[in-house]
Every structure is written in structure tokens, then in C-alpha cells.
């Protein structure tokens, strides 16, 4: 499972990871993306909240990711969980879900604020396959996707007060999970600066370091 502040490289990171060990990327913004895209009813409530930066309801949410794992690749293969869990009451969830396995590991990805605003300013994604851009790093045509040829645009969410009530409730509901992790040793921190590259490989020096270690006992 990957943790990290809104714009720490989360989503791009999670992806990098799935096609390297070859396991589904489970992201519970974009299963929630796809709902509003859909226009059902759940759909245009969910925009709702998101586009505020509020946090959904923790039962809709687990409700949603425990019929996604339950899918034959997340079954055979495992699963790199991205935006979930978000708060105490989703990590007890999804711990109770799992059982009698349980998470391999935790990655934190560790980025200053001053860090993460200018990230998320300039953030874009595209609209169909939700691949991250940056307008420093924009897509090779007139912001058409590379690799789908959706649209890229900057999410209903990344406006200024959307932004500021999402980091706050990172402080309040998501950091105490860093402290939640490592109490049952499963928590690897990483440094979120730099090159995706550079933090890619960081990451998987991490699972790789668990991986000679053994899970950890419980
Ligand atoms: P970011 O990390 O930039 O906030 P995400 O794509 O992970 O973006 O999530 C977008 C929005 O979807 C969140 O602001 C929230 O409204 C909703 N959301 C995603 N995951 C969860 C979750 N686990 N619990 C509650 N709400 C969620």
C-alpha cells in the first residue's frame, strides 16, 4: 500500500510499481473517476465531495475496494493499493478484510508541503486513462495523452481551496496512519524529492529490503 501527502507521486509511483512487478494498481480516486465520468447518481454525489476535497464515507469506500480485490487478477497476482486507506476506521477495515493475510508493506512517500503545492498547481491528467502530466512535463502533443490520446486537463479538484481542505485532512485522518503502520512494523518511509526515477528505484530498494527480510511477525 502506498501512502503519501495529495501530489506526493502517489498515482504516477503506483502505476511505475504495477507494470514492474506486474500486479493490478488498485486506486480508489480513480475507480471513484470512473463512477462520476459514468453519470450514474452515485457518480454526480461522489463529484460533489471530491471537487469540495472532502473525504467519501469509509463504508462506500471499502465497500467498493473489498469488490475489487475479490477480482481474480488482484487474487492471483496481489495488489498495490493507491488512496486507501485514508483514515483509522478504513485501515481497521481493510485489516479485518484481509485476514488471515495481511498488507507486505507500507510505503510512505515523503514530500515537504511547500513541495506538494507547487506539485499539485501544476499537476494535469488525462481524462481517460488518468496518466499525470505537469506543465513542466506536459504531454509530446497539444495536450493530447501519450499514451492513450485522451485529453489532459487539470482536475475539478486541484483548485486552491480544494487543495488546502485535502492537505488538511491528510494532517487529521491519513498522517496518524504513518504512526499506525509502523507500530505493527509494517511501514517503510521513502524520500518523495526528485526524479520519478529516482524515487521508483528508492521504492523498490524498500520492497526488496522487506522481501529478503520476511514479513514481519505478528
Ligand atoms: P489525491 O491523492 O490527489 O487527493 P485521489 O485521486 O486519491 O487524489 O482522491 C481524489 C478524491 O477522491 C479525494 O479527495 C476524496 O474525495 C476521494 N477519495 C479517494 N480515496 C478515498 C478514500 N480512501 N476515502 C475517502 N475518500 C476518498
Given at each position: 500500500?502506498v ?21 493490478p ?51 492471483a ?6 488512496g ?81 481542505r ?53
Amino acid at each position: 500500500m502506498v501512502l503519501g501527502k495529495q501530489g506526493a507521486g502517489k498515482g504516477t509511483q503506483c502505476v511505475r510499481l504495477s507494470h514492474h512487478y506486474v500486479v493490478p494498481h488498485v486506486s480508489t480516486g480513480d475507480m471513484l473517476r470512473a463512477a462520476v465520468k459514468s453519470g450514474s447518481t452515485l457518480g454526480l454525489k461522489v463529484k460533489a465531495i471530491m471537487d469540495r476535497g472532502e473525504l467519501l464515507g469509509d463504508d462506500i469506500i471499502m465497500e467498493m475496494v473489498a469488490e475489487r480485490l475479490a477480482e481474480p487478477d488482484a487474487r492471483a497476482r496481489g495488489f498495490i493499493l493507491d488512496g486507501c486507506p485514508r483514515t483509522t476506521t478504513q485501515a481497521e477495515m481493510l485489516a479485518a478484510m484481509l485476514e488471515p493475510l495481511q498488507l507486505d508493506l507500507v510505503i510512505d512517500i515523503e514530500v515537504p508541503t511547500s513541495q506538494v503545492l507547487k506539485r499539485l498547481a501544476s499537476r494535469r491528467v488525462c481524462v481517460d486513462c488518468n496518466t499525470n502530466y505537469s506543465v513542466s512535463a506536459p504531454p509530446r502533443v497539444n495536450w493530447t495523452c501519450d499514451v492513450c490520446g485522451g485529453e489532459v486537463i487539470q482536475r475539478e479538484d486541484d483548485t486552491e481551496e480544494a487543495i488546502r481542505r485535502r492537505l488538511e485532512l491528510y494532517e487529521r485522518e491519513t498522517a496518524p496512519l504513518i504512526d499506525w503502520y509502523r507500530s505493527r512494523g509494517l511501514l517503510a518511509q521513502v524520500n518523495g524529492s526528485g526524479a520519478p526515477d529516482a524515487v521508483l528505484r528508492r521504492i523498490v530498494r524498500a520492497i526488496e529490503q522487506r522481501r529478503s527480510q520476511g514479513a514481519p511477525h505478528r
